[in-house]
């Protein structure tokens, strides 16, 4: 897995989305907002195949010994739609408890990045990829910081690697 293949990966979410909503837009039965853009399914089909799980459920198997002694690896990658309204600061409302600090005046962009550090501070997940790419197929896509770039990511994916190739 390189870079180009991520690139490709993440152009075709937008295109199966894109078609995905026109599809339904012709045949009159429309959902809601951006919703018949992802009910078709598919649109993370390339993605899943680059990364993709749910950590909590993957670390509960491996404790009750599903996947034998070897430690499973976790990568978690968050794709975010380049947008007005997910790069300008959120309003935050505090009406039972206060917000995390760091929190308040974030962009979504800000707060999905701490959540990938988080997810990796808390040992959820031994990596995180954050990128965010706007629909236009031809506008870049962004890495909004670099210990969370793709780069970043594969680097990890091929250290656990070849650590396991040396413990055989």
Known sequence: MDQGEFEAAVRQYWTVREGQA???RESGRADAGLRGAVTGG??????????IGNATDI?????????????????YLF?????????????????????DSVFLGASYKKRY????????????YDA?????????????????ASDLSFL????AIRARAAGLLYTK
Not at 59 to 75: H, K, Q, S
Not at 113 to 124: D, F, H, T
Not at 130 to 139: K, M, P, Q, R
């Open 79 to 99: 794709l975010l739609e380049e947008a007005p309204g997910s790069i300008k600061p959120v309003r935050v409302k505090q009406p039972f408890f206060e917000v």
């Open 22 to 24: 026109r599809r339904q």
């Open 42 to 51: 598919a649109h993370m089909d390339a993605m899943a195949e680059l990364a």
């Open 152 to 155: 970043a990511f594969a680097n």
């Open 59 to 75: 670390w509960t198997a491996y404790r009750e010994g599903l996947f034998g002694t070897v430690r499973p690896w976790l990568g």
């Open 113 to 124: 990045e701490i959540l990938c550090r988080r997810l990796i501070r808390e040992r959820l």
């Open 128 to 144: 995180a990829c954050f990128v965010t790419a706007s629909a236009d197929l031809g506008s870049p896509i962004h890495e909004p």
